[in-house]
Every structure is written in C-alpha cells, then in structure tokens.
C-alpha cells in the first residue's frame, strides 16, 4: 500500500490517510455578513471521510482583515450556526475540521474594510486586486500599520480563534501564504521596517510569532498550522533569499511544536498552467529544519503525491481543484480511479451548480449501470 494512504498522527490527530483537503475560497457566504451558507456545509461535508483531514477556505479576522466579497469571515455572532453547521458535517462523517484564519492586509479595498485604508508593513507599490460588488477590481492604496496597531490585529486573530472553537472545529490554521498579511511581514519586498516588526529576518517573522502563539493560546499548539508559500507570486509578493528566510520560518514553527506544517508548492499558476523551471522544491529543503508532518500542496496528481510522500519531504498531500469537482476524492485516488474535470468558471462565486452537486464515484456508477437498465427495457 502506497505510504499516501497510511494512518498518520498529525499533532492532535490520528488520521486514517493523507489526502488533505486545501483550503479554497469559494465565495459563496450569504451577504450582508458573510454568513456562512447551508451549501457549504454540504459541500464540506460531501468531502469528508473518516479520519481525513480538511482545512476550511480562509476565514477574515475582522472587517478590516476582508479582501473578497463573499468570502468567509468570522468575527461577529450572526455567523456562529453557519460556521457550525460547517463543523457538524464534518463530523458526522468522521472527518478533523481546521479552520483557516486570514487577515488580507494589503490585498483590499475600502469597500470591503468598512472604508477603511487596506494596512500592510510598509507602503510599496503594489498592483493588486480586490472582489467588491464591481467585480475584480485594483487594490486601494494601503497604510503601513503603527506599531501600536499590530497588538490589536494579533488580539483579532485569537478573537476569531475562540469563534472557531466554539464552532466546533479541531483546530485552526494561521494563512502566512499568498502574499496576505502574514506573508506580507515575512518577505523582504513587502517588509520595510525599520522597527521591532522589521530590518532583519528575525524581526520579519516576529509578527507570524505572535499571532501564532495567539492562536495557540486558545487551541494548544497540537492543533494549529501554519501555511506558508515560499515561492508564490500571488499578491505582488517577493523575498532576495526565500530559502533562507523560510528555513528560518520552518525552524521557528518547529519551535513551537505545531501540529503541521502546510507549503505551496509553485509549481502552478493561476491558470492552471505549470510553472517554467520550478520544480517542487520548497519541502526539500525545509525537510531538515522541521520536524513535524509536512503537508505539501499544489498541482499534485496522484502520482507525484504518492512520490513526494514515498520521499518523505512531505507526509501529507493537500488538493484543491481535484477536490472540488471529486468529493471522493481519497477514495478515487486509492483506487486509482478516473477524476471528474473541475470547473474553474465555478470557482469564485455561484450557486450549487458546480459546487456541492458533483458526484462520487458509486454515484456516476450507479447513474451508469441504470441508463443500462433502460436502454435494455427499450430494446425490448
Ligand atoms: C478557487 C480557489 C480558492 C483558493 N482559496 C484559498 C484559500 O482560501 N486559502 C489558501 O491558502 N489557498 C487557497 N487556494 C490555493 C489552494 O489551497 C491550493 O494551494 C491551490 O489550488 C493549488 O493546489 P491544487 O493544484 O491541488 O489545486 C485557492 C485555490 C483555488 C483554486
């Protein structure tokens, strides 16, 4: 048996395989308020399997946190029965919920901050784009957030970490990937401070520290991760040595004993075409610097998560467009069974269609076998 289908302890977690759900934003929460709507908790809940492990698309901290229309946000009560229902579906199917947790920073517009500036660590040039009710539209000029500002922010991550908890979900995830707030503090391009938040690596990472250990303060550090994307380009983001600053994330995380570690591969673009000249190469070298499972995620097949894994650069797989068109998708894989083909075009926003009314497989077969059936009776 491929080790990608083994049981494996992440943190808190005993999981029965290693074929993680990725977090996606699907913009389908129920305005005004982002409530979270009964289609995605059919949707998440058609997704779980015993003892697998989904991480929930990124939930906004605060108002100010928001990027995206119709994205999840967790920061006031109205949206506690959503994000619950979310939790039970899960659950009734023996699957692990974690939450992710977002603050968008810079990558927004005053319409979806309660017309608030977007903040970020520093002001530099930046071409971004936001959702608002005009569709995709340019970020608005941010702010480089005050010092005194950011203890504010750290407190809104633990906030929402409690929400999450009382929810019902196992654990969170801190987003420190795709050029968000997180991320934006970590790399060099986006980071030009000269204060205790900035100036060398270890003051970069200082911010991702505190609102990890926020976090961790509600839920013990066996149930948060942290996602990172060491190459991404997402966001206008950028780094002069991404391999030493994310070994040195990957050691900090380490530090902490978190439950996992979650890297994006950059091996596609937003397209879906595959990346020029970028391998998968970001689990190998932080492999050495951390030493709990390492969940690797981005344009993986079957195959190359069977290898990666069988490497053991990463334990775990996460996939996002496979799965939302597959909702069983561990077990296809497993079986080496046929795929269904996403629909990009129902990615960002929509209704069911193309969402939570894709079939498993022994539903596409038992569709199969009695379209059989009839077309024997009319050939009697
Ligand atoms: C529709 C869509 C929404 C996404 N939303 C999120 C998100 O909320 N948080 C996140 O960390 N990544 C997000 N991603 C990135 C995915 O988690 C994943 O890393 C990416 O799709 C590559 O994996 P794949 O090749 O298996 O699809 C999103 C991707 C897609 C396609």
Redesign the pocket.
């Known amino acids: 048996m491929d080790k990608l289908f083994n049981p494996i302890k992440v943190g808190a977690f005993d999981l029965k395989h290693r074929v993680v759900l990725?977090?996606?934003?699907?913009?389908r929460t129920i305005q005004p308020g982002d409530i979270p709507s009964p289609m995605m908790a059919d949707f998440y809940g058609q997704r779980a399997s015993l003892g697998g492990l989904e991480?929930i698309?990124?939930a906004s901290i605060s108002v100010h946190a928001r990027s995206y229309l119709g994205?999840?946000s967790l920061y006031h009560d109205g949206q506690h029965e959503g994000w619950k229902a979310i939790a039970d579906a899960i659950h009734a199917r023996g699957g692990v919920a974690i939450l992710?947790l977002?603050h968008g920073g810079r990558q927004s517009h005053v319409e979806m901050t309660g017309g608030l500036d977007p903040v970020a660590p520093s002001v530099v040039p930046f071409e971004g784009v936001a959702l608002t009710k005009d569709g995709f539209v340019p970020a608005s000029p941010h702010r480089a957030l005050a010092i005194e500002e950011i203890a504010d922010i750290v407190e809104d991550f633990r906030v929402a970490a409690v929400r999450a908890k009382k929810a019902g979900f196992d654990g969170v995830?801190l987003?420190g990937?795709?050029g968000y707030l997180v991320d934006q503090f970590i790399q060099d391009g986006t980071n030009q401070r000269t204060d205790a938040y900035g100036g060398s690596l270890e003051k970069r990472v200082r911010f991702m520290r505190e609102a990890l250990e926020a976090l961790i303060s509600v839920y013990g550090a066996d149930r948060v991760g942290v996602?990172i994307?060491p190459s991404g380009e997402w966001g206008g983001i950028s780094d002069s040595n991404p391999e030493a600053t994310f070994s040195y994330v990957a050691q900090v995380l380490d530090s902490y004993g978190i439950a996992y570690l979650?890297v994006?591969?950059p091996?596609?673009k937003?397209d879906?075409t595959l990346h020029e000249g970028h391998p998968t190469v970001a689990v190998n070298y932080l492999r050495p610097h951390f030493s709990g499972p390492i969940i690797a995620?981005?344009?993986?097949d079957r195959e190359s998560a069977i290898s990666v894994v069988e490497s053991g650069n990463a334990d775990l797989?996460?996939?996002?467009?496979?799965?939302?068109s597959n909702p069983d998708l561990p077990l296809r894989l497993k079986h080496d069974l046929p795929l269904t083909p996403?629909v990009?075009a129902a990615?960002?926003g929509g209704s069911e269609q193309n969402y939570s009314d894709f079939p498993t497989y022994a539903e596409q077969q038992a569709v199969a076998a009695r379209s059989e059936d009839e077309a024997d009776v009319d050939a009697v």
């Open positions: 990725a977090p996606m934003t699907r913009l991480i698309e990124a994205a999840a992710q977002i995830e987003h990937a795709n996602r994307s979650h994006i591969e091996r596609i937003g879906d995620a981005g344009g993986f797989v996460a996939f996002g467009r496979h799965f939302s996403y990009r990615f960002w």
